[in-house]
């Protein structure tokens, strides 16, 4: 078998020991799950934006809110975050006011309740996996290293019976204990530059969910009045 066979990457994982094999198939399995939870998420916050952007339109085109509540509560299952923000605070606006329930601050205030608690479930929902991503960034590149460590250890080991040690009796240990470290890596960036952007598109739509809230409080206070 030639030196370019034996260090090979196929022939380094299948030639590693079990404990760095072991490694070796753990990180690879959470890279799966990472890749799968990237565009699991990419998808789904791209979703949300359109569908942010869609009723922001048809909220501010100066329709009547009562059919735009009415849309929202018949198509639940179908609206997008902000939609069901808007659907939250209008059914507890109009039923205090049915009932006649408190004056118009305590409407108001019960408004402002339901849509902060619907806020936070759909901000659950969107920072979903996060810290998924956030661990496998962190910590693959640790385990990975781990891999290495015992790899090089079992390697220099070996060479206690060797009666004069050269390059070529060393390399192979060492190359299959750097593969570790290498499926550690590509497990940690993807993760890690998805989590930044991930963080950063729910950042801003937390914005504009926050800045709507505010602004539909505005127009409910003035018909409470």
């Known amino acids: 078998m030639t030196v370019t066979q034996d260090l090979s990457i196929l022939s380094l994982i299948t030639n590693a020991s079990v404990p760095v094999q072991a490694v070796m198939a753990l990180l690879l399995v959470v890279s799966l799950m990472s890749w799968t939870y990237i565009f699991r998420k990419w998808f789904g916050l791209r979703a949300a934006r359109a569908q942010t952007d869609r009723f922001e339109r048809d909220f501010w085109s100066g329709g009547d809110l009562n059919a735009l509540y ?34 118009a601050g305590t409407q108001l205030e019960g408004a402002r309740r339901a849509m902060r608690a619907t806020y936070q479930r759909e901000m659950d929902d969107l920072e979903a996996h996060l810290a998924f991503l956030a661990s496998v960034g962190s910590v693959s590149p640790y385990v990975g290293l781990f891999g290495t460590v015992w790899g090089i250890m079992n390697s220099f080991r070996g060479l206690a019976n060797v009666q004069q040690a050269t390059l070529a009796s060393v390399a192979p240990g060492i190359a299959e204990a750097l593969v570790a470290t290498a499926i550690g890596l590509f497990a940690a960036i993807p993760a890690v530059v998805a989590y930044n952007r991930f963080a950063h598109d729910i950042d801003r739509l937390s914005i504009r969910f926050e800045s709507f809230v505010e602004e539909f409080s505005n127009i409910l206070q003035r018909q409470a009045r």
């Open 70 to 103: 009415q849309s929202a509560a018949n198509n639940r299952h179908r609206s997008g975050s902000l939609e069901r923000i808007f659907e939250a605070g209008m059914r507890e606006f109009v039923k205090l006011k049915a009932a006649a329930r408190g004056d």
